[in-house]
């Protein structure tokens, strides 16, 4: 019986990060599909009370025209950033439409800056906010988002692109900070749910998990581009399998967010 090859060390670590790509896309994407459906159906149907569907979320506010824009943009943008920057991962596109790379890479970087601003807005000045925390954690992730967004934009002007690709990855793992969240919050509770523990938005869980939708994904970028530069095969080998734990668990915790997060939060009748 012939033994399956093994790939090499450079091989491995590029399939290990296509599978964390299609893991994350897979869940990115649905996520996108609930921001639509959810904003969308409560805006078609006129119903934009019903967005207020998280109590410590200053959400829609009847008479507060300019604050409800913000709510609203923000969601949105959310949305299109997470779509669009997982269409400038693919290096079929830089390589078979580098115009269009170019344009849908200036529009994840501009909504990027816009969202991180418009998050800080809702957080400090409206008022939606979690806790001491998780506040702190939300401020510093979107401090990172302007300052790596505006560094890959920098980068790409002055064309010093490895720069810039190391940029744009941080900025793209980084804005979907919000979907790691969720999924986070799921693995969470699904681990602590067979020993009684309870996720509360001001407990020590919930900032601990917050924390970590952000340094957690931009430390295993930091090892996957230290990999890429080694010579050596046992980092390259090892940063492929975490690559696939990695993929693993994104797809568990986004498996989850559907089914007990947004599936629930789309059924007519939910309650808020």
Known sequence: MTLPRIPSPGRALQLGASVWFIAATLGQWA????????FGGHG????LAGLNDKPHVTGYVPGDTFGNLQFIA???MGGVVTFAGTWQLLPALRRRWPGIHRWNGRLFLG?????ALSGLYLTWVRGSRLGVGSNVSITANGVLILAFATLAWRSALRRDFVRHRR???RAFLLVNGVWFLRIGIMLAGLALAPLGVEINYTGMVFVGVSFASWLIPLTVLELYLRAERSQRAVPRY?????LGVSALLVLAGSAAAVAFMWLPALRPGAAP
Do not use: N, Q, R, Y
């Open 111 to 115: 909504i990027s800056l816009l969202g």
């Open 74 to 76: 923000h969601a949105l």
């Open 44 to 47: 078609l149907s006129g119903d």
């Open 31 to 38: 996520f996108v599909l609930f921001i639509l459906l959810f």
């Open 238 to 242: 090892a940063m492929a399998g975490l």
């Open 167 to 169: 940029h744009a990855l």
